[in-house]
């Protein structure tokens, strides 16, 4: 059974820094591409990064462009994101999901994704 657990989100004020983590198992993880999406109160789930199964491409929303890096360490099981100059925008709750198609192309909708954690609060206060 695959599991993924994300960790490292909490409150932090504007302009600080964050790492989020995903923690995964059942699965050959260096198989598979892996994403980063999130939901703020009463908006919907959005993408926020994705990378490949060998990290060789990665991919953002507009919105954390230059400000939040994606990757990932096939040795440990485990993926990232580094979010950097935080915002009140990027308060949210962030889960990590793998994408449904050993090597296959970069994720970036939800229904590429098969699995998912149960999340990570980020509160950013301005």
């Known amino acids: 059974q695959v599991q993924l657990v994300e960790s490292g989100g909490g409150l932090v004020q504007a302009g600080d820094s964050l790492r989020l983590s995903c923690a995964a198992s059942?699965?050959?993880?260096?198989?598979?591409?892996m994403g980063w999406f999130r939901q703020a109160p009463r908006k919907e789930r959005e993408f926020v990064a994705g990378?490949?199964?060998?990290?060789?491409?990665?991919s953002y929303t507009d919105s954390v462009k230059g400000r939040f890096t994606v990757s990932r360490d096939n040795a440990k099981n485990t993926l990232y994101l580094q979010m950097n100059h935080l915002n009140a925008e990027d308060t949210a709750v962030y889960y990590c999901?793998?994408?449904?198609?050993?090597?296959?192309?970069?994720?970036?909708?939800?229904?590429?994704?098969?699995?998912w954690g149960r999340g990570t609060q980020v509160t950013v206060s301005s």
């Open positions: 999901a793998t994408v449904r198609t050993a090597y296959g192309v970069l994720g970036l909708r939800e229904n590429e994704y098969d699995y």
């Open positions: 059942g699965r050959t993880f260096g198989a598979y591409g």
């Open positions: 990378i490949t199964w060998s990290g060789g491409s990665t």
